[in-house]
């Protein structure tokens, strides 16, 4: 697990080909699609990976790793897609090249290499402190076919969800929502909460929102920035 | 010396002799003709065997706590349906959390409980043991205490063709008892965040289950509400990993 694979640290900017490099007789080819599911919420870069069953990107009710917390609070999954390619993961970076916005989709190829039997993948969901959508390890099936799956939204627990939209809060331990993308968000809130009572990787409890846009509690808006699981929809096409 | 227990245990004998030669000449087994050693070496029945589970909870929420977790094994059936009313069992932990009604129920054949309220956040695993082949099917309810009547579990849940050492994991949405209406005012609510009453034999909501919409919050404009957006929850609430361990 440890052992630096020196090919796919050279080719760790194109993630899509170490599957290929390092394949076997029993590497998959795979055509995935990710849906945005929501009518408001953005996500963030893609990470997404096959991997074998000794690693995992998120375990619910276990503290966030400081990678999943840079990419949860602020969208960066630079410190998960070094972790995986570390661990000799096949990695989809970025594959919807920036933000996946609401109901759109986006499809691109992973292929996996022997014993990467597991996929997963996460995104940082916007407006929100600390919010992701995940797959976790999900098993590759062995047999040609297409397969779907419905993905949740998960907290974190690294950040108080305030919901104020603040200049620079991406950088992990900085309170506050990086961006709203798409506008509709207000500023001058005050703050929904300075706690976060669960500190383990937990099911969302949504954004609160309010429908001042130059005060109140949030900055996001309740009528645009609310959610309810499923958050996006994963197709999988084993060939 | 006078014994009564010889006499006693002589007539045992005797007794216990007469029963062998009627069971002898009346052996269904002894098919072969041949004679008496075939039964006298019959083997001893087979201890009856025992089928062991391990159900392993975790508590999703953010802010809900939840109510000791009851696990039973019954025949092929629903301890609630959405739709249909909640038992005095079910309403009695939905409301209040006390699983002890649930698990003491009649189709229950075999019961256990989490040791204490399961903590956002945390897991608890609980076992499970029977030797009655007819306990084949599960149910696991718990309550999120800070509500009026929510609960999340699932029942009926068939594990006959479960193998030995084999598991699966499942996420768990949440039910509403429909026993006790929404109104998360103040007194109402067991739980931390409000200290009220659990259980009332009331029924003053729709009294059928359905699946839960969530709680609304003084935060979100239910002004009489003693919850906080901190409470407010969405599907799944717990995840469950079940093991076949015997």
């Known amino acids: ?239 | 010396m006078y014994k009564p227990n010889s006499l006693t245990n002589s007539a045992a004998k005797i007794t216990f002799a007469s029963i062998t030669m009627l069971l002898l000449a009346g052996c269904p087994f002894d098919d072969d003709d041949d004679n008496d050693t075939d039964v006298i070496e019959m083997p001893m029945p087979e201890p009856p065997a025992e089928y062991s589970y391990q159900i392993e909870v975790t508590n999703l929420t953010n802010g809900q706590p939840m109510s000791p977790v009851a696990v039973v094994l019954h025949g092929d059936e629903q301890l609630w349906q959405v739709g249909m009313s909640s038992t005095n069992a079910l309403e009695i932990l939905a409301e209040g959390g006390d699983n002890s009604s649930f698990t003491s129920q009649e189709q229950v054949l075999a019961a256990a409980s989490g040791d204490d309220i399961l903590m956002p956040g945390n897991s608890t695993t609980i076992s499970i043991t029977t030797t009655d082949e007819m306990a084949n099917h599960i149910s696991i309810a718990t309550m999120l205490v800070n509500t009026n009547d929510a609960f999340s579990g699932l029942t009926g849940l068939d594990l006959s063709s479960m193998a030995v050492d084999s598991s699966f994991s499942r996420n768990i949405g949440t039910y509403d008892a429909g026993t006790e209406a929404n109104t998360e005012a103040s007194g109402t609510i067991p739980g931390p965040a409000d200290g009220g009453t659990g259980y009332s034999d009331v029924r003053d909501d729709i009294d059928v289950v359905a699946m839960h919409a969530g709680v609304v919050t003084a935060d979100d404009g239910l002004s009489s509400s003693v919850l906080n957006q901190a409470h407010r929850f969405d599907n799944p609430t717990i995840r469950l990993t079940i093991t076949r361990t015997k």
């Not at chain 1, 992973?110 to 993948?121: E, P």
């Not at chain 1, 104020?164 to 993308?181: C, N, R, W």
């Not at chain 1, 005050?190 to 949504?206: D, K, Y």
């Open chain 1, 1 to 239: 697990m440890k052992k630096m694979n020196s090919i796919a640290k050279l080719t760790l900017l194109s993630t899509l080909s170490i599957g290929a490099l390092a394949s076997t007789a029993h590497a998959q080819d795979l055509e995935i699609t990710v849906t945005n599911l929501t009518q408001g919420i953005y996500f963030t870069p893609l990470a997404v990976s096959a991997h074998t069953s000794e690693i995992s990107m998120f375990t619910l009710g276990q503290a966030a790793s400081p990678e999943l917390q840079a990419m949860a609070e602020g969208g960066d999954i630079s410190g998960l897609v070094s972790l995986l390619s570390n661990a000799d993961a096949d990695v989809a970076e970025n594959p919807a090249a920036g933000l996946l916005a609401p109901a759109n989709s986006t499809t691109f190829e992973l292929t996996n290499s022997d014993g990467n039997d597991y996929l997963s993948l996460t995104a940082m969901m916007l407006p929100t402190n600390d919010g992701f959508v995940g797959l976790n390890s999900w098993m590759i099936p062995e047999e040609a076919g297409t397969y779907t799956a419905f993905l949740n939204a998960y907290d974190a627990g690294t950040e108080a969800n305030n919901e104020l939209v603040t200049e620079g809060s991406g950088a992990p331990g900085v309170l506050g929502i990086p961006a709203a993308p798409g506008g509709m968000a207000g500023t001058g809130g005050t703050g929904v909460t300075t706690e976060e009572s669960n500190q383990t990787i937990h099911i969302h409890r949504g954004n609160l929102g309010d429908d001042n846009a130059t005060g109140g509690l949030s900055d996001a808006n309740n009528t645009v920035h609310r959610w309810l699981n499923p958050v996006a929809k994963i197709t999988i096409v084993v060939k």
